[in-house]
């Protein structure tokens, strides 16, 4: 009688052989065409740029990502060293180090790098999800809008150089802290305080959802002493010669235990006298926060949706066409055929829309309405492709049926949970969707909600824009929204934004 | 000068003080509306029960699954101990233990505990999420359904008695080792062997989501050598006399690394010879498995999606009373409150139609068209409640803002993980909707697709039944679906079931 | 041809079971002839109280402590909870609060309790190491000696109440925050501050070790405002009412990373306006701490050195006499034979020594000369004891072989890192010789050191007292030693306290 | 009124600096005579390779070394992978894989290197401990030795050569995996069986403790099956071309928890087929595991003591001349002068003695006393340096009061606990003090034990050697040790080596 084999001879190598080989640009025609479609004359010199990142992001950055998500790998805290010495330093894994210096080394805001380039660049960036440096480098990005506009001294151009040029080869890093306890998205509430003292500004109190807590720099928002108005600084985190060592008048109270994200430490701060620099003018802090960082930060989650969606999409067709169930491979199932194809068709749709709505936001000396335009699509598309995004995650997941929610199987139960933090920062749906109706209905006066409608989406068909157009027409003039009438909006800003995708894609295909 | 005030003065503490108060079932007047429909003449004796199970749920159990949520706490595995002995051992936090040894006291399979007593207590203990116990209470539901039937060796009787009743104090823990690597749901597929050697079975080969690895029992499935069909048996998982020293021929591979449901040790394990004892006639294993144990464990699906759904929308509302916004409470907006609204519905349908579907599989002598329905229904439930309950707590996770994503704020987080892995397991919605169609058709000899339907929805609104009825009459008849069809039909069985929640919910509000 | 045997089929299981089952007091018959020789008439009592706890220490005290010194169960700091509230929390695991409540329900230090009975129990609990008991209860003897004495106010007089007797069967856990950045021995360098404000004392400053971070009532040293002298003050740990969520002024800074008593959580700690009540009068505090509370930290780590290495003498001569090398029994060879009969023996006389250093210690109306004695007694055995019980586990490590210094084959290495810690608190070596040095300086006007050495070493040979006391006649008389001197003091010291412990062995094997 | 002062001001800053800024090399003095007296005309060759060698060795590895030694990044150890693929992968964190790879760059092993250019690197790289480069180097040394003699086959020529010169820049790691359950040191008990298959030798059964688990290739005895003689092998532990992916027919089934060389992997593994490569004749193999291997393991015990042991004292050194007590600095106690002065002293005759021996045992064409003086002087060596090197570094964590113990203040326990360990492997006391005496015993009729001990210890005053050679004469002789002979034997061999040391610290002193 034969000796019973102990042990399951099935093996996914195959699959894990196909799987490791993909380069994410190379391997990935639609990306090559909607950078085409967008880079026009510039095609060749971008397309070289996005290969030869593909080739850091789609095997060593993606290993480095990998790596760092192990749990024990999680930044920790460290307030004191042995030494009797405040540090609060965050303590993060080697490969996060690592990862985030070749990264930044990309020079992605520097003034030698264009909008299309740098965005070509982050996306395949953001095809490994947070990985401590989607969040580090959208912050930065905003960082480096504000003091373009804004800086004046020379402490705040110093940093603006730092961050864009890189001194001795190494990249600032900048972070955002806006958020306070009472109110996350509610910044004009901020009761952190502004004092002046002998010519130079400290901050003092509590911010309560700092992100790239490991930072050099951040901005910030308080309200100088005595005004209401929230003001707007830079400033430096660790005393100048000190990095690592000392903080600049702060103390990292907790890192946040995150569902997703794991990897990027998020802080509960105090400020204890930091000294910070005004960004632009003081009384004009908010608009400043919202219309420069806020906006690329929300444009910015547009990208990146769109890239895991583009990576979720991939994983699930590189498994389905490997594993058999029931006695064939997966893609003979028509139920999974019929899956396969609509979260490709929404990555590309997502991503066709992103780059355009990117190129948009980015189109110089932009009139009231396309600057409107701009800033609704940027708003509209921030909550509706952070969620499509986690949606077509999970539909990818349940390709992998069981295996789809083990965390080493593949990357997309960690896209998953990054995905899903994406929704609530930045602006969750709620606060956007009061937003853009508050926007349209101030702009009314002007621009007809129809027209509108009708203006952005040129080109889709007249079946899909009636209905959006006719909720538009009927609720943008309400002064508030009743109760009822919530989710109608709520639908018809969806039905928008993906039809301004829909048209976006068809016209990338065309090209 | 008055000096800046350090840390920010906000408090949470009426919130959590409120929170902390809550007892599930007695604050839950629908709760208690439910059981006493179901409960007609029973009601104050089942009332009773739940009342005191809900003590120790609400604030006891509840602590101790928060508890035991912190990484540091997830199980571990011990292969070999320090002295050469293979142990193959799940560590688990004290909590873990405490918990699983007083809910498994109550006694829930005992044959003194009726199924609506029983399917009460396990909705209060769900609502805590995973917390390694309501997979374990599942499998072990279904190990004494399956041994009810037809345990008939002095072995099978004894493990049978252990897990029903008890013994000194201590109820045995169950645990089902079905899924092989080549296949989850494919149990058809399963290369697993059973030798009969002197009588005895013994069990060779690898299953690669073993759920509950530190039970006592586990109903496991393997062909007899030289059959083709599967069959069913029940093996303990430690030496009689060993337990948790030695293991029945058995090594414990490897503990999975989940996304959800992190506090229950699901592993991977390789038979190297153990000892088992037939349940059932050995060429009937996969009706058995597929006809009582999963489909026992795909109702508790439905009513593990109530529970976590009814959560919460109770934990958004009590966020959204305390919580203020731009200078007004979250529940003073419109959309905040057509989202609570909306929650509190879905998780009222979707508990009314979880009892009243318990109700109907559970009851007695039911004819062909019934079964029928029962079976059908525990599918359809399955895969609509648990997406439904994934999208109600994102759903009430946006309401808590960026506070949301965090762990430790409240325990959205975890339900929401968990719920996500209950979506792919016990037959993800491929399928199950697969099976449905396949079910329908072969049955629609004797009953009309809309036959079907229109029997189910009986009570229901006719716009609302019409298109339902109308797809199923179309797709059924097909022998397969055409790729163009799924989505269609994935729709249809939504609607339907969501329909059929309705109704109960209708009839509980009636009553 | 036959195939290989995979695994070696060596086991340690008839070691393993000889292990378990040892009782730490029925096993040891000289523990027990130590006790009657102590305990005279009472015998009978003390040795039913020492078999009753016996058999608690030696199984399932000991597995709690094995239990909660794996690195995972290591305590840790929570400063915030997820809610911004400060919370300064040790996190332990839940073997750690069931040992230590087992522990202190034993009632040692209630008026009920005979210092006999107290101690006999103390070295049953202390043959297990640390295992965040040992510390705890010699910092709760301290604190209940001093209260005893000084207790006045209200607030003291129920802190004693708690620690002594309990309430609601829960005892009250004493710590000792005294030393500070610039000095641990050096208490007189105290800058903690004590500032009296409406008749309540606050303390504000920075102490560094502060053992026992988890305990509920503290004896701490500061200084009064405008004082240079040191007072001792008790305070609670946590504002009334709200034990382990909010604390009394203080901030727990961080826990200390240490080799060894790993599961005691030791902190740096802020005070920053603690409310305290003196202890005694505020001009006698150092006299106090030094006097009673180090005192008794001193006697006791004689105690438990003794114990350590009763433990160690017997781990290694179960192992000896189970394991073979070279073809026969370890206890077969000369070398194992001599070594294990020198780690008996020095077992033997450290234990003998400090039963009859605590009676002396505890005897009561002693005149000047026996309180002298007693009181360098205590200083001789704590430095030369703790050494020895290193020195002695260190043996006992050396008989395992590579086994010796694996953390989870024996205890071994535990105690001895946890030996290695008592070396350097309660006073390091160079203090205490200084001090014995000091006081017998001072002492010689009226007792001539010969006569010191020849009064505590009465009944010991001839041969061993002479150059003893030649040495200190020699030395005492100096101002100070010269550096040359040093060694032959450090070296007269031991041979004293040895020679003073044999004698003890002596009469405990002569009775 | 002023504010009480929250925190206190004490600054370890001063001998932080001056700590952090010390070369192993250059600021040690004594260690460049030490240099100068046995390189002779290669001085300046040498002290340059040394000062080289240094600047890594006391500040980026130095720092390495510390990162890697926190607790959170202890090796873990992957057995299978997520995809069902057995694995037996240690996991280091990136510290440790950087600080082997630039360590084993320096070409320690290359026919380059002499052996004083050699000892030298490893003394000043063996200052930072075990750092999982002590034990790799010393295992790599031995594993070139022997193939260097022994290597025919063209495999094990081809891992010479790797691991001598390396391979694309990366040098091959060596390991030893002698060690069975059933005896540590008992090498001839092993059980392990080497089984000769078409050709090729594969081995099977379990090794106990396997350092270096991470390594390329280990030396490992078995029995060729049929034998009673231990054969010598080496064994790449990878399969070709799948390094760190699929091992060669082992698992690894355990790391080991081990008190010190915590950041060394050390496991238990079992063999399933490993395919290896004979060393030398097959029933010579012991003699070549102890004679070349073992020793040479052996002799560089001697030189990590020695490095530990420097590198405590001026670690003690650097605190006393910065700390203050009592009102005076730490140097200013005689006690404590008295003390540095020992350790000092200490750590000088251990470092000269070592690199005499060193020296001795390389000496080209040693005649046969020559080759017994260089074995028993290495095996005498072996033991006490390790003791004596675990006792200074005892003494200097004293000096450091209550921070002597704490991980993070020094890295004094880390190296304690190394040094620990060092103790118990490669041999431990007892068995090294027995077969001195069975050498000497054996070599009596040509050497008599008197003139053995005057041989070595020419130049050593006569008062020392008189009673050590008296007691050889006495105990040599013996056939075996009678029990209250094992301590003077004991004694007498320390007291050698302590002799030999202090004459070769004489000889460096003079030069």
Known sequence: MSLPNRHNPYRFDPYLERRAKIDYYADDPFLQQVVRHFAKGDFARIDAAARAVSQKASYRWRDLADAMARLEQRPTLQTWDAHHRRVDRVLRPAEALTLESEVFSEGLFSRRTDPLTRIVKMFLIYENGEACTACPLVCTEGMVAVLDAHAESAEAKAILEHVKEGRDGRFGVGAQFLSEIQGGSDVPANVCEAVLEDGAWRLFGTKFFCSVAHADYAVVTAKPRGSEAVG???????????????????????????????????????????????????????????????????????????????????????????????????????????????????????????????????????????????RELVMLQKFASSEDSTETIREAMAIFGGHGVMEDFSCLPRLFRDSAVNELWEGPRNVLLAQIHR??????????????????????????????????????????????????????CRALVHAYQDVALAEVEAS
């Open 232 to 374: 707007l600084f830079v400033a430096p985190l660790w005393q100048p010669g000190h990095e690592n060592q000392r903080r600049n008048g702060l103390t990292v109270d907790r890192l946040k235990w995150k569902m997703g994200t794991c990897e990027l430490p998020t802080a509960e701060m105090t400020f204890e006298g930091m000294f910070a620099y005004p960004v632009g003018p003081l009384d004009r802090g908010l608009a400043n926060v919202v219309g420069v960082v806020l906006t690329l930060s929300r444009l910015t989650v547009g990208i990146a949706s769109a890239a895991s969606m583009r990576r979720a999409a991939r994983e699930a067709a590189v498994y389905a066409e490997f594993r058999e169930a029931f006695g064939q491979r997966l893609t003979g199932f028509p139920m999974v055929q019929a899956q396969l194809a609509d979260m490709d068709r929404a990555s590309r749709r997502t991503t066709a829309g992103a780059f355009k709505i990117h190129h948009a936001f980015h189109a110089p000396d932009k009139d009231e309405r396309r600057t409107l335009e701009a």
């Open 439 to 492: 926007d349209l209905h101030r702009a009314s006066r002007k621009l007809a909600p129809r027209e509108f409608v009708t203006g952005l989406l040129r080109g889709a068909d007249a079946g899909v824009v009636a209905p959006i157009a006719a909720t538009f027409e009927e609720l943008v003039p309400l002064e508030a929204l009743p109760i009822e009438a919530c989710r109608r909006w709520d639908q018809a």
